[in-house]
C-alpha cells in the first residue's frame, strides 16, 4: 500500500489491485468563498490525479468524507470527463452529497451507513458516521495487502477508537485533525488576552485529543492532516501571521507529542502535497520538491497570496443601496422562516442581533420566545448574541451559493455574546439550513433521551453520571479526568465539573453527576491528562 499525500485532507491510496482517492481538494479558488485556500499549495497535483482516476486499470473510488468544501470540491471534480468510477459516501440524514452525486454520472455510488463495509480486491473499505446536530462526517479506513490506513480526517469518533482497534487490529498508519476548523474565537470581538487565551485553550484540547487517539491507535506511524489552511484573502491574511491562534501547523504538534507521550511516540510524518509513503516501512519514499518549513513559511505564504491576487480581485462587489435593502429584507424572511422550523426556540435565552455592515441602524433582533424577527435600531439588551457581515457577503446564502455552515467558516463576519457562553442551540440555529432544523431538533431531543448512567473516579471520589453526553451523545465512558475532578468529553472536550453537579463552565450543560463517596477499591489511577502546551 503507498499513500500520496495530496495536500490538506487529500490522499491517493494504491493497493495491488484498487486506487482510491480520498477528500481531493486541488482547485485554486480554493474553500467557503475562498478564505481558505489549501497550505501549502497543491493544485499542481489536479492533472495527475485526474489521470489516475480517469486512466487507471485498477478499480477505482473517490470516497468523500463530508460535504466541507476543504474535502468535497465539486470545482475540481467536474474537470474530470471520465468518471467511471465508485463514489464512496456516508449515508447522512441530510443528502445533499448523495444528491449532488446522483447526477455527477459516475459508475456507481455506495452510500454507506455506520461501519459498513465496501470490499475491494484483497482487502476491503469501511466508513465510520458521525451524523448529530450540524456534524455530519465520515472516517475511512482501508485494509488492504495486509496493511490498514486509518484516516479520522475531520471526524469526531475518538470515543469509538477502542472498539475500532480491537475489532480491526494493529493500524499501520493513522491520521487525524489536529487544527481548528470554527470560527470561534477567530471572529468573535476579544480583547487581544483573551483571544489569546481562548486559542490557548482550544489548541491544547485539541493536541490532547490527538495524543490520546494515538495512545489507543498505537500505529506504527502517525502522519500530519486535515491541518491549518491558509487565509490569503488580504482582510483575512493577518490570520496566518498571529503568534498563538487555533490554526497551529504540525512541528507545535509534534512538539507536544514528543513530550506528551515520550518513548510511546509513534513515527511522526509531516507530508508536503506530492509526498509518497509507503505503508508497509512506514516513511516517505518520495518527497515532493517544494517543502515548507518554519524558515520560509512567511516569505512562503505572502508569495502565495500574490499568485492568487486575481481570485480576491474578481470576487469583489459594489452594491447599490436599494440592492442592500433587498438583502436586508431576504436576511429578515430567511430567518423568519428558520425560526418557523426550529422547535428548540424556547431553549435560546438571549436574543440574536443580525445585521449589516451597510445598514448600521437597522438591526435585526431575533426574539425566540416570542418567534418573531424585528428590526431595530440599537442593541437594547444586556444578555444577546450579535452578528454583523456585509450585504455583499451574505447575499451568497440567500442565493444559495453557499450554505450557513460555508458561510461561517469564510470568518467574513463579526460575533461577539454576552455572557460569553457557548450555546448549542443557538449555535445550531445560525449554521443549520432552513429544510434541516427540523431532523437536526429531533436529533438533539433522541440524543437527550438516552438515560443511561455510568460510573467515574475521580480525586479520590466515584461519581454517577450520564453516560452520553448532552452536546452530540459521545461515549463518556472513554472520556478522561482532568484535574481531578473534570469529566472530559473525548469527541469536542467539553469538561463537566464533576465536583460542581456535573456542569460544563462554559455552556451550562450537565450529565447531572451524583458523589457516590470514596473510592475504596484498589485498582490502577484514572488517567489524568499532561500539561497543556
Known amino acids: 500500500m503507498q499513500i500520496t499525500f495530496l495536500g490538506h485532507a487529500g490522499f491517493l491510496v494504491e493497493t495491488q489491485h484498487a486506487l482510491v482517492v480520498v477528500d481531493p481538494w486541488l482547485s485554486p479558488q480554493g474553500a467557503f468563498d475562498s478564505a481558505w485556500m489549501q497550505f501549502p499549495r497543491n493544485h499542481q497535483l489536479a492533472p495527475m490525479v485526474r489521470e489516475k482516476l480517469e486512466r487507471s486499470t485498477k478499480e477505482r ?25 465508485t463514489v464512496v459516501i456516508g449515508k447522512f440524514r441530510r443528502t445533499v452529497l448523495r444528491d449532488e452525486f446522483e447526477t455527477y454520472g459516475a459508475r456507481r455510488i455506495i ?46 469518533i475518538h470515543d469509538r477508537l477502542p472498539s475500532i482497534v480491537a475489532e480491526e487490529g494493529p493500524i499501520d498508519i493513522f491520521t487525524a485533525q489536529f487544527s481548528g476548523a470554527i470560527w470561534h474565537p477567530t471572529c468573535y470581538d476579544y480583547t487581544r488576552e483573551s483571544y489569546v ?32 489552511a491558509c487565509f490569503l484573502d488580504p482582510s483575512l491574511f493577518h490570520i496566518n501571521l498571529e503568534p498563538v491562534n487555533i490554526f497551529p501547523r504540525a512541528s507545535e504538534l509534534f512538539t507536544f507529542l514528543q513530550h506528551r507521550l515520550g518513548g510511546q511516540t ?19 519514499v518520495s518527497l515532493a520538491p517544494e517543502r515548507v518549513t518554519e524558515e520560509n513559511v512567511s516569505q512562503y505564504l505572502r508569495s502565495y497570496a500574490a499568485m492568487q491576487t486575481r481570485v480576491f480581485r474578481e470576487r469583489r462587489r459594489n452594491l447599490m443601496l436599494e440592492e442592500v435593502d433587498r438583502i436586508h429584507l431576504r436576511l429578515r424572511e430567511e430567518l423568519q422562516h428558520k425560526l418557523n422550523a426550529f422547535s428548540l426556540a424556547d431553549r435560546v435565552t438571549m436574543p440574536l442581533y443580525m445585521g449589516l455592515i451597510e ?34 457577503d451574505v447575499v451568497r446564502v440567500l442565493d444559495r451559493k453557499l450554505n450557513w455552515e460555508d458561510f461561517l467558516l469564510s470568518f467574513r463576519f463579526r460575533a461577539s455574546r454576552s455572557p460569553d457562553v457557548y450555546d448549542a442551540t443557538l449555535h445550531n440555529f445560525i449554521a443549520a439550513e432552513v429544510e434541516d432544523l427540523r431532523a437536526m431538533c429531533d436529533g438533539v431531543l433522541a440524543t437527550e433521551a438516552r438515560k443511561e448512567r455510568t460510573v467515574v473516579t475521580a480525586g479520590g471520589q466515584r461519581y454517577e453520571v450520564n453516560r452520553y453526553c448532552p452536546h452530540q451523545g459521545a461515549d463518556l465512558k472513554e472520556g478522561w479526568i482532568e484535574e481531578g475532578r473534570y469529566l472530559v ?4 472536550r467539553w469538561r463537566f465539573d464533576l465536583q460542581g453537579d456535573g456542569v460544563c463552565p462554559t455552556n451550562g450543560c450537565s ?20 500539561p497543556s502546551v
Open 266 to 284: 509513534p513515527r511522526l510524518i509531516e507530508p508536503m502535497p506530492g509526498d509518497v509513503l509507503d505503508a508497509g516501512r512506514g516513511e516517505l
Open 197 to 228: 487565551e481562548h486559542s490557548r485553550q482550544k489548541r491544547a484540547s485539541k493536541f490532547e485529543a490527538v495524543a490520546r487517539a494515538i495512545e489507543t491507535v498505537q500505529p506504527r506511524a502517525y502522519m500530519a492532516s486535515a491541518g491549518p
Open 359 to 392: 445598514l448600521p441602524e437597522q438591526l435585526l433582533r431575533v426574539d425566540f420566545k416570542a418567534r418573531r424577527v424585528d428590526v431595530v435600531g440599537e442593541v437594547r439588551d444586556l444578555s444577546r448574541y450579535t452578528f454583523i457581515t456585509s450585504a455583499a
Open 61 to 85: 473510488f473517490l470516497y468523500i468524507s463530508h460535504e466541507h468544501k476543504d474535502h468535497y470540491d465539486p470545482d475540481f471534480l467536474q474537470t474530470l470527463t471520465k468518471r467511471d468510477f
Open 489 to 492: 468529553c473525548p469527541r469536542h
Open 111 to 156: 452510500a454507506c451507513e455506520d461501519q459498513q463495509e465496501v470490499p475491494i480486491k484483497g482487502g476491503y473499505l469501511k466508513l465510520y458516521l458521525t451524523d448529530s446536530g450540524t456534524n455530519r462526517d465520515s472516517a475511512l479506513l482501508i485494509q488492504a495487502d495486509g496493511k490498514s490506513f486509518l484516516n479520522l480526517n475531520d471526524c469526531k
Open 511 to 530: 450529565v447531572i453527576a451524583r458523589c457516590l463517596g470514596k473510592d475504596e477499591e484498589k485498582r490502577p489511577p484514572v488517567a489524568e491528562s499532561q
